[in-house]
């Protein structure tokens, strides 16, 4: 099997890692816009090949979108035209719109909406990592609206690479990924800024920040290149849930300034609770 990856950063590239480690394919042939990208993935074994989209697109037997999320609706139009046998499939994380943009067209049973639940903070080919999505969850959107043989193929590589797999409406995908992704990210630039401004006045800050801090702030490092589509297009979502962390942060400022060290307490025994979620 022939698989084209359009965009090779970290998405993308470790995508093709796991696919070549697997013995999944036959063939990796690489698009991207960036030159140095494309170099870069060819000479670190990402891909096979670089080509042209037309013929990288023509050539392919799977199509996989790892490009920023405010390019993907449109470029999976372009390739829906010009497909046939093929499947097209994204790993982007916000579905909503695109899954909109494509509904009505005549080969959208080609196309499979994806997004694995896993990323780091760096980016670019480099950042590619071998095992990267094993025992991570992948999200599969709208699932009934793909042709069976698209889903059994998507679905198959996913679980062949150790993911498991979780479906969801579009919607609904866009709303769960902000509450349990997009704000993590937008604390974290914050918690960062807020540092580096009061850094300014007290330079030992960084000199006492310890492992507490460096796996909080960590998310700050990444590329805002990525990070600005994702929190624009899901906007409504990820304002929602800043609503809710700021009355939160509120709540726990005003239990700080009365010394309500039950209040305290108890809001914190509740937040421990999250341990039954995440171990």
């Known amino acids: 099997m022939t698989v084209t990856i359009i965009g090779l950063g970290l998405i993308g590239g470790s995508f093709a890692l796991a696919l070549k480690d ?3 394919t036959d063939r990796v042939i690489g698009v991207d816009t960036d030159p140095a990208h494309a170099a870069k993935a060819v000479e670190l074994g990402l891909v096979d090949e670089i080509r042209p989209m037309d013929e990288a697109v023509e050539q392919a037997d799977l199509i996989a979108l790892a490009i920023p999320v405010n390019a993907i609706p449109l470029l999976a139009v372009k390739i829906l035209n010009r497909v046939d046998r093929q499947v097209v499939m994204d790993m982007g994380s916000t579905k909503e ?5 494509i509904a009505q067209h005549a080969r959208r049973g080609r196309f499979v909406a994806t997004h694995p639940m896993w990323g780091t903070e760096y980016s670019g080919p480099e950042a590619a990592v ?3 999505f094993t025992g991570r969850s992948v999200v599969v959107c709208q699932r009934e609206l793909s042709d069976p043989d ?14 498991p797999i979780i479906e969801m409406g579009a919607e609904e995908h866009d709303l769960h990924a902000a509450y349990v992704s997009h704000i993590s990210q937008v604390t974290s630039y914050a918690l960062a800024l807020t540092v580096l401004e009061k850094e300014r006045e007290e ?3 960084f ?3 310890g492992g507490g801090f460096e796996s909080t702030v960590r998310l700050a490092k990444s590329s805002g290149e990525m990070w600005i589509p994702i929190l624009l297009k899901n906007k409504y979502n990820v ?4 609503r809710e962390h700021i009355h939160q942060l509120q709540i726990m400022r005003r239990m700080i300034e009365r010394d309500d060290a039950e209040g305290l307490r108890a809001a914190i025994g509740k937040a421990n609770s999250i341990r039954r979620i995440i171990h």
Request: glycine fraction near 12%; charge should be negative; aromatic fraction near 2%.
């Open 22 to 24: 697997r013995g999944l």
């Open 97 to 101: 719109e695109l899954c909109e943009v």
């Open 130 to 132: 071998r095992g990267a």
């Open 150 to 163: 698209a889903v059994e193929l998507v679905e198959g590589l996913y679980e062949r690479i150790g993911m």
């Open 203 to 205: 330079s030992k800050i």
């Open 207 to 209: 000199a006492l920040a």
């Open 239 to 242: 304002l929602d849930v800043l």
